[in-house]
């Protein structure tokens, strides 16, 4: 997803460590050590980060999102689990082999992945992944109408060949590790709350969507990796049942649950916002567990 803050550089030793928290290691004489120590990669864009606006309405980095929940979760099963986040808000498919917006040794996001994965082979159990929100073109960042036709005949061409390269890079510097990329909701749906014009808006915005994330999809299985359906989590293409709260009145259930869980219905100066909150983000994390075959609950 897009961003509005300046890109954040990620030190080199920040790969090594990088972990939601201090390292410690135990003393060489020490009579127990820990657990040793393996790593949780998550890549992508600002959902990846974990961006929320503050009070401001500036979107900044937080601890609050889908990678650090669902690390949450996994740490709990293995106390040696590390998290690395290495998401750039405002990347693309594009600037995540080339780099160009946030700063990373080696230049791009996917060359700091590579990396690292080589230096940590067979410490990697799982790599996330997002990416592709934020391609021109795209179908999920709010398509002005003129673009609403072209977006899924003009991204997916060169989309398919960055995420294709992509997975394929990953694949080989992974050894053993277990990949799972995620599909999108849809911030458009909000639109719905501005008459006829934004229903319909809403109801196009989604049918592109589903087109979209089915590309994302098949990219990422013929990759090998599994698929984190946030897309369904969301309820995006759910417009028959209605959804009523105090608090947004009256909605189809997929306009509610983008209500619900992103801060695109917020008031001013946090939204409206695309980025999930932090409810959203424990969504976003459930639908990876269910991708690695666990219960959420």
């Not at 160009?100 to 990396?115: D, N, R």
């Not at 003009?154 to 992509?166: D, E, G, R, V, W």
């Not at 997929?254 to 409206?272: D, F, L, M």
């Amino acid at each position: 997803m897009r961003h509005i803050w300046p890109a954040i550089a990620l030190a080199l030793a920040a790969l090594v460590t990088g972990c939601s928290g201090p390292a410690t290691t135990a003393p060489p004489h020490a009579a127990h050590r820990g657990p040793p120590a393996s790593y949780y990669l998550s890549l992508g864009d600002s959902l990846a980060q974990g961006v929320q606006p503050n009070s401001a309405g500036d979107s900044v980095p937080t601890r609050d999102g889908y990678a650090d929940q669902l690390y949450s979760a996994l740490h709990r099963h293995n106390l040696g689990l590390r998290l690395v986040k290495l998401g750039c808000p405002g990347e693309t498919t594009a600037t995540m082999i080339k780099g160009g917006i946030c700063s990373y040794a080696g230049g791009s996001q996917l060359a700091a992945a590579v990396t690292f994965l080589r230096a940590h082979q067979g410490r990697v159990p799982l790599i996330t992944i997002d990416i592709g929100g934020n391609d021109p073109g795209s179908c999920i960042t709010r398509p002005s109408v003129g673009k609403l036709a072209s977006c899924i005949a003009t991204f997916m061409p060169q989309a398919t060949a960055n995420l294709t390269k992509i997975t394929a890079t990953l694949r080989d510097a992974a050894g053993g590790a277990r990949i799972i990329g995620m599909n999108y909701y849809l911030p458009a749906l909000a639109d719905w709350r501005n008459g006829q014009v934004g229903q319909a808006l809403a109801r196009v915005s989604a049918r592109l969507a589903a087109a979209y994330n089915g590309f994302l999809v098949n990219v990422y299985k013929n990759s090998g990796a599994a698929i984190a359906d946030v897309f369904g989590a969301f309820h995006t293409a759910d417009f028959g049942r209605q959804v009523t709260s105090a608090r947004f009145g009256a909605l189809p259930r997929n306009v509610a649950a983008i209500c619900r869980w992103t801060w695109e219905c917020a008031p001013p100066p946090r939204g409206p916002n695309q980025h999930a909150n932090q409810a959203g983000y424990g969504v976003i994390a459930r639908a990876f567990l269910v991708a690695r075959g666990e219960d959420p609950r």
